[in-house]
Nanobody
Framework: QVQLVESGGGSVQAGGSLRLSCAAS????????IGWFRQAPGKEREGVAI????????EYADSVKGRFTISQNNAKNTVYLQMNSLKPEDTAMYYC???????????????????WGQGTQVSVSS
């Protein structure tokens, strides 16, 4: 069973930066898709950034393009989300997800995500 553990959240002022990490374990198969989602209070969960092997590459939500960068270290089974120029509207619980699993199935940018971490809170003050 895939386990995803996020870290790196915190409270920052607008314009600041944070780097989120997601450590994956229990990967029996290679995840074709891994990415970050977020959910703010009273709002639906939304995709932020993903890495996919089919067709390949990275995808970003329009709201974070140019500010956030997703990357991965395969040797460490870890995916990162570098968040720069943070805005108050970026405040949310951030979740790591992969396509391995069948819980809370969510289709986003060509991938169906079915395994989720517990989340890490990001709070941005103005």
């Amino acid at each position: 069973q895939v386990q995803l553990v996020e870290s790196g959240g915190g409270s920052v002022q607008a314009g600041g930066s944070l780097r989120l990490s997601c450590a994956a374990s229990g990967l029996t198969y290679i995840a074709n898709c891994i990415g970050w989602f977020r959910q703010a209070p009273g709002k639906e969960r939304e995709g932020v950034a993903i890495i996919s092997t089919v067709p390949g590459g990275t995808e970003y939500a329009d709201s974070v393009k140019g500010r956030f960068t997703i990357s991965q270290n395969n040797a460490k089974n870890t995916v990162y989300l570098q968040m720069n120029s943070l805005k108050p509207e970026d405040t949310a619980m951030y979740y790591c997800a992969t396509n391995l699993g069948d819980h809370g199935l969510t289709f986003y940018r060509g991938c169906t995500f079915g395994s989720w971490g517990q989340g890490t809170q990001v709070s941005v003050s103005s």
